[in-house]
């Protein structure tokens, strides 16, 4: 059984930073992709960032490049998400997604069939 969970999650000021952790158990964890996704009060959920099963490639929505970053340690079944200079447009729920898919698709939301509890984020401004 394929399960994933987050962490790190909170309440932070403009400007802050916050690190999620999401661990996974269940599956083989080197040989799947990697997706951070959120989503906002009211919205649909969107995809934030990615990353390939070596860690070696990684992808970002438009909105959060140059301050996420994404990783991961295959010797621990953790991927993270490094978030810097926050915004309170960043609020939201985020997830993180887990699927043997090629990077051509890991933007999509569709895409995963496994995905994590969810981690609340809020930016006060």
């Known amino acids: 059984q394929v399960q994933l969970v987050e962490s790190g999650g909170g309440l932070v000021e403009a400007g802050g930073s916050l690190k999620l952790s999401c661990t996974a158990s269940g599956l083989t964890f080197s040989t799947y992709a990697m997706g951070w996704f959120r989503q906002a009060l009211g919205k649909e959920r969107e995809f934030v960032a990615g990353?390939?099963?070596?860690?070696?490639?990684?992808l970002f929505a438009d909105s959060v490049k140059g301050r996420f970053t994404i990783s991961r340690d295959n010797a621990k079944n953790t991927v993270y998400l490094q978030m810097n200079s926050l915004k309170p447009e960043d609020t939201a729920v985020y997830y993180c997604a887990a699927d043997q898919i090629p990077l051509s698709v890991v933007r999509r939301r569709g895409s995963y069939d496994y995905w994590g509890q969810g981690t609340q984020v809020t930016v006060s401004s």
């Open positions: 990353i390939s099963r070596s860690g070696g490639v990684t």
